[in-house]
């Protein structure tokens, strides 16, 4: 079951669902287009889903008294998604349903409610649940007893892949400084003035230097990761393309370190991660867009280093990376309906 199921992750989420070899849709969940066919909001969905439509929260919560087992995946805004999630959390427990959640929203993405209020600034909707969700990207997560995840957001999936391996090494750096670079589908579906075509098109700008909500996030999950406490410098910029994000980290590390047995440290690190691919020379959005792979390339001189990542936004740093914890969650293997490769020229 996909909650915000008409918006971007929502619809990657069902296209993700529609080849997953063991997960079957129960129901597409949306309130603006309940009653509607899939297929109407995206057409290029309409192969894999002709005739099913969204279903109303409500019809949804009471298809849980005709099911044993449910994953649940969450793709509604951050602010909305925690109550609604507890809604089905206590129907899923008033029916005896076995359930995982994985929600993509920033609702359980820290570990205390004051954390997240004191970052979005509103009440959390469920501050009873977040004992009960994980937090982290796959990779970085060795083992979990927790029923439930929080999914990081896009920028955190590409700066955490990119950061944890240096800053849980013996030679972790004090600080961090991350450019990151999204496309535009990384705003949602609702349009904006920054995500305007004559505003985005054949245009690149930073917004929010040092100042953007998803810093505090990098850190606390670099700390969880085991990487200590860094400094974490983040810039954002808007891209002018639909969907990726490329993070450039660079640090000053305390003693020298070569090119080569950097490579061979983020190598091991990431030796059994089925998605992270160290790349020789440096990582491109195009190798990895529509897939839920992360290429990461690395650079030394003396003391400084540079570590690239490209992800797709919608994908690793969003549904993929939900489906690829869905898996592990119900001890299916972690690249089930994932292992697509980019297409590259798109
Ligand atoms: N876009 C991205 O690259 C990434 C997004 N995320 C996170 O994933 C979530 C979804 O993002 P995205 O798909 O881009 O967002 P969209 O705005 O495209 O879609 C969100 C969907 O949620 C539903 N929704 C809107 N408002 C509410 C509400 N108040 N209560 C319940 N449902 C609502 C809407 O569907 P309807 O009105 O039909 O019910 C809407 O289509 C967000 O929390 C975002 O932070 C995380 C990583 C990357
Ligand atoms: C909606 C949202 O936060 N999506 C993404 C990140 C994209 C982003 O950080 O974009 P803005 O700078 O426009 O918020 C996330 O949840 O991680």
């Given amino acids: 079951m996909v909650l915000g199921a008409t918006g971007y992750v929502g619809g990657e989420l069902l296209r993700l669902l529609a080849v997953h070899p063991e997960f079957k849709l129960l129901a597409a969940v949306s309130t603006s287009q309940a009653g509607q066919p899939i297929a109407a909001t995206f057409s290029a969905l309409a ?25 649940l995946f969450s793709a509604a805004p951050h602010g909305a998604s925690a109550a609604m999630v507890a809604q089905f959390v206590a129907a899923a427990h008033s029916h005896g349903v076995e359930l ?4 993509s929203s920033a609702d359980f993405r820290y570990r205390t409610a004051a954390d997240y209020e004191a970052v979005y600034a509103s009440t959390h909707g469920a501050s009873e649940l977040l ?13 979990t007893s927790k029923q439930h995840v929080g999914h990081p957001g896009c920028f955190a999936t590409a700066a955490l892949l990119a950061a944890v391996p240096l800053c849980a090494s013996s030679f972790a750096p004090s600080s961090l400084f991350i450019n990151g670079i999204t496309g535009s589908t990384g705003s949602g579906r609702s349009p904006l003035p920054g995500t305007h075509h004559p505003e985005r098109h054949s245009n690149l700008y930073a917004y929010k230097p040092l100042a953007h909500r998803h810093a505090p996030e990098i850190a606390a999950y670099i700390a969880t990761a085991g990487g200590g ?6 810039v954002p910029h808007s891209g002018p393309f639909a969907r990726g994000i490329h993070v450039t980290l660079q640090a000053e590390l305390p003693n020298a370190v070569s090119v080569d047995d950097l490579r061979q440290h983020y190598r091991d690190y990431y030796a059994n991660a089925s998605f992270v691919r160290i790349v020789d020379g440096t990582p491109r959005i195009k190798d990895v867009v529509t897939s839920n792979y992360c290429h990461i390339g690395v650079a030394a001189e003396g003391n400084n280093v540079v570590v690239m990542s490209a992800i797709d936004n919608l994908v690793k740093g969003a549904a993929g990376g939900a489906m690829q914890w869905m898996n592990r969650l119900w001890s299916l293997p972690e690249t089930h309906g994932l292992l697509a490769t980019a297409p590259a020229w798109t």
């Fill in 100 to 103: 995982h959640v994985v929600d």
């Fill in 131 to 143: 004992a009960d969700f994980e937090q982290g990207v796959p990779e970085h997560v060795a083992a």
């Fill in 47 to 71: 192969p894999a889903w002709p005739n099913l439509t969204f279903s109303t929260p409500e019809d949804s919560l009471a298809m849980l008294a005709d099911v044993d087992r449910l994953a």
């Fill in 229 to 234: 406490d860094v400094r974490v410098n983040f």
